[in-house]
């Protein structure tokens, strides 16, 4: 092969690899885009109420839904939300709607939907994460008190 071949050869190859990075796609595809306020609620996806009777799951794609084990009305749908700039986020389950934040310990898997504010939270309209893998029933091993 001539020198010029291989000259011409090389410069197509590197304005073939130019070409392909810069127009590649960059972009996420939209089943990977991250739903805004979801990393944070991901670990609030499944929670129940304080005293454990009323369920409330909630998914990335803004669904919710609500069981109740002690009602008639046994489970209702609604949709979530976030606002960013109060970094609260708001539950809409039949044409009502509550507003909570997050809070969760450092070093923990627990969370908790907080209705009101970490000074006077409403704890009987709060929520709190149920994951079952997550929890460690004190009963098992004789060593806690219920």
């Given amino acids: 092969m001539t020198n ?28 990977e885009a991250l739903t805004l306020g979801w ?32 009602s008639s009305e046994v489970s209702k749908t609604g949709l979530w939300s976030y606002d960013e700039p109060s970094n609260r986020y708001s539950v809409t389950l039949s044409d009502q ?13 627990t969370s908790m939907l907080i209705k009101g504010n970490v000074e006077a939270a409403d704890l009987r309209g709060s929520w709190f994460s149920s994951s079952a893998e997550d929890y460690d029933d004190p009963r098992e091993d004789g060593h806690g008190a219920r």
């Fill in 4 to 31: 010029s071949l291989k000259f011409f050869v090389g410069v197509l190859l590197v304005g073939a690899i130019v070409f392909w990075i810069t127009f590649k796609r960059t972009d996420k595809p939209q089943n």
């Fill in 39 to 70: 990393s944070e609620l991901v670990s609030c996806s499944d929670l129940m109420s304080l005293d454990g009777t009323q369920q409330l799951t909630l998914s990335e794609n803004h669904s919710v839904r609500f069981h109740d084990e002690g």
């Fill in 97 to 109: 709607t509550s507003t909570y934040f997050i809070v969760a310990p450092k070093g923990t898997n």
